[in-house]
């Protein structure tokens, strides 16, 4: 199970951060990048791998693939991570970064620092940790697509800047519309723009799709595990009808697919395949070529321009819903509140830095992250009967026994929350959920302390929302 000893060590692994000497504090751009060794994108130049959602990186408009041309109009090209991240660390309440993409070239932006106490566990932090309390709102997935992806390298991808289609085969012509439809969606939210007219890239696409000739019946056919994948347009896991799995064998597919797309260079009329994305899939049923292709289009343009990896392409979904007041725990105290965010929910109930909670919704907090910890281990194993079986997924750290609650038995598991022996505090965070709150009233009563002073203090929260899905 996650530990907030654990969390502690990975609190800024997604992020650029810094301490500075005698205030403790962590500062946060919301992004994370790598320098190119790709002759075709950004060579030598730091490459945008992700951006915090909700970060002042996201808000200032940046995105994955980026490249960083400058940081404060010093040229990025050539320098090694080290001494980009002492660019970015030592600048003092905001960067100006010059960074070009498919839009645009050389465009700046402005990225403020987000800075905290080195101690503090943020609202967002303590959902992950308690993602058990509520697998409908937190949970993250990592999955494989045998993607197999190839680029010339001696090609600079940023030279492309319009695309086009080669003619349609005449006997699928609204197959191929579809796909073309999807490709065009894909490419044009990249930046690119379509013409007809002498376009820089022209798109072919190959497909097929068979009946297994070898195809064997197995009895134990149905229990065979199905691909989770997420749905770029629905937002949303899917159960999918392809075997990706090392255990099971290709005679018991019934049927093989393949879909591939080229994007060919155009400008020079020499027909050079720049950039290739191939599919090779077992079905377990007859799944169209249509709906496969709609399906994994995003996800194959996700290789392009910056490929991640050759062979098999490799994502990363996570999904964060949380109640958010402002307020900041102590990981060493997690009774005291080390930094309230400014007019944010608490705040304006009056809610300070330094003040002591001694109850949230009426359950008595225990202070010693230890027995915090073993009392939610406890919690998510005596509660196992609760959860619905046909639920069941695997998360992207490895637990296979994740499932929702079981919705016939809300009354049951709200119980269990307020059962003192689990002291499930932090369950307010999804206090918005029946299985937790059956009175639908999403407001959070919290016990304070100060000094000698003590009060009940209401405070209506704001319930975010954040997704990340990524190639990695």
């Not at 905001?94 to 101690?119: F, G, M, P, Y």
């Not at 197959?175 to 969606?185: Q, S, T, V």
């Not at 950039?275 to 079905?283: F, I, P």
Request: aromatic share 14%.
């Amino acid at each position: 199970m996650k530990q907030l000893v654990f969390l502690l060590a990975l609190l800024n692994c997604y992020v650029i951060s810094i301490s500075q000497e005698n205030q403790m504090v962590v500062c946060q751009y919301g992004f994370t990048f790598e320098i190119s060794v790709q002759k075709n994108w950004g060579y030598l130049q730091p490459v945008i791998l992700s951006v915090v959602p909700n970060s002042s990186a996201e808000a200032a408009g940046l995105r994955s693939n980026d490249i960083i041309e400058k940081i404060n109009e010093k040229s990025t090209t050539g320098e090694n991570i080290e001494t980009i991240s002492s660019w970015l660390h030592n600048s003092n309440f905001q960067i100006q970064l010059n960074v070009s993409n498919l839009k645009e070239r050389d465009h700046k932006i402005i990225v403020n620092k987000e800075c905290r106490l080195k101690n503090s566990l943020s609202e967002k932090d303590l959902a992950n940790v308690y993602s058990f309390y509520s697998l409908e709102d937190v949970q993250t997935h990592a999955f494989t697509c045998p993607f197999k992806t190839s680029v010339n390298t001696e090609t600079n991808l940023m030279q492309y800047s319009s695309f086009g289609f080669a003619a349609p085969d005449s006997e699928n012509i609204e197959l191929e519309k579809n796909i073309n439809d999807a490709i065009r969606k894909s490419l044009e939210e990249k930046g690119l723009k379509y013409t007809t007219i002498n376009p820089d890239l022209m798109i072919k696409t190959y497909y097929s799709q068979m009946a297994n000739p070898n195809f064997r019946n197995n009895p134990q056919a149905e229990k065979f595990p199905l691909v989770y994948r997420y749905n770029v347009y629905k937002k949303t896991m899917e159960k999918i009808p392809i075997y990706y799995n090392p255990l099971i064998h290709t005679d018991q597919a019934k049927f093989f697919l393949k879909f591939g797309i080229k994007l060919i260079d155009n400008k020079k009329n020499i027909n050079l395949t720049i950039w290739e994305c191939e599919a090779n899939e077992l079905l377990q049923s007859n799944y169209s070529l249509s709906d496969y292709a709609e399906f994994h289009i995003p996800l194959m343009f996700m290789q392009y321009p910056y490929m991640k990896s050759k062979e098999t392409a490799q994502f990363y979904y996570s999904r964060s819903k949380y109640n958010y007041t402002g307020i900041h725990f102590n990981i060493d105290n997690l009774k005291e509140i080390t930094e309230v965010d400014s007019s944010s929910p608490a705040a304006k109930s009056e809610i300070k830095a330094g003040d002591i909670i001694e109850k949230i919704n009426g359950i008595n907090f225990v202070n010693n992250v230890k027995a915090a910890d073993n009392n939610y281990k406890q919690f998510i194993y005596k509660t196992s009967s609760f959860r619905d079986q046909s639920t069941q997924f695997t998360n992207a750290e490895g637990f296979t026994r994740c499932m929702y609650w079981d919705k016939m038995k809300y009354a049951q598991i709200q119980d269990e929350f307020r059962k003192p022996e689990f002291s499930t505090t932090f369950s307010y965070l999804f206090y918005f959920r029946p299985y937790i709150n059956l009175s639908g009233t999403n407001i959070i009563s919290f016990n304070i302390k100060r000094g000698s002073w003590k009060e009940e203090i209401k405070v209506r929260p704001v319930i975010i929302t954040e997704e990340i899905f990524e190639n990695r």
